[in-house]
């Protein structure tokens, strides 16, 4: 109902929704949206879920047959396996990327037209990477835009707020590698034995320079 009034109104509206990537396509359909889809770093992705303490319950994708017959069946045993029995929560969160990261593949293969973004690149470089999506998506960009991307970007680096889930004022250069010094090595080479084929697509010259094969 919110969307349509948003279209009544001739505004627009956006929506932020991990687990609606499973609908993207339906989405653009039926509301004629312009997607922008996030990628991210494996190890970054599983300590940023990890650090929350958020779960996830496989059960709800392999609910979905049409789902799981289109775009997930190649992870279907290892969802069965997580949704049976008791996983870490490391490991089914490189399985939640690896999922969720394969979908965004097929995407990006099968759709030129949408908009694919690395949370690195726009961590790093904030107002240069918004000014660019700014304009694909044909946004006026104002110095009271650049200014408040300024601010949600450039705050603390160290200091916890009070309600870290929804602290959206953050320092994001320098919270790109946290997961580096945060996550055990074990575990980080967990991750990345796990998620390489796919991650170097997106990560080839940060694989490569950790010492991994990302050859072709």
Not at 66 to 90: K, T, Y
Not at 165 to 194: G, K, M, T
Request: hydrophobic share 40%; net charge neutral; charged share 25%.
């Amino acid at each position: 109902y919110e969307l349509l009034t948003y279209r009544w109104r001739c505004s627009r509206a956006l929506v932020k929704d991990p687990l609606a990537l499973f609908s993207v396509p339906w989405l653009v359909r039926e509301f004629d949206m312009q997607p922008v889809i996030l990628v991210r770093h494996p190890a970054a992705f599983v300590h940023s879920v990890t650090r929350q303490g958020w779960r996830f319950d496989f059960q709800q994708l392999l609910d979905q047959p049409q789902l799981m017959h289109e775009r997930l069946f190649a992870f279907r045993d290892q969802m069965m396996d997580a949704a049976g029995l008791n996983w870490s929560a490391v490991a089914e969160a490189t399985l939640l990327w690896q999922v969720t990261h394969s979908v965004i593949q097929q995407y990006e293969d099968a759709r030129p037209g949408w908009l694919f973004v690395r949370h690195e690149d726009l961590s790093s470089y904030p107002v240069a990477e918004f000014r660019k999506l700014y304009e694909l998506l044909d946004i006026p960009f104002d110095h009271h835009v650049q200014a408040v991307i300024g601010r949600y970007s450039g705050g603390r680096t160290n200091a916890q707020p009070k309600n870290p889930v929804n602290d959206i004022q953050r320092n994001s250069r320098s919270l790109i590698d946290n997961w580096r010094h945060r996550l055990p090595e074990p575990d980080q080479a967990y991750i990345l034995q796990h998620t390489l084929p796919l991650a170097k697509r997106w990560y080839r010259e940060e694989l490569a320079a950790d010492g991994y094969q990302v050859e072709a």
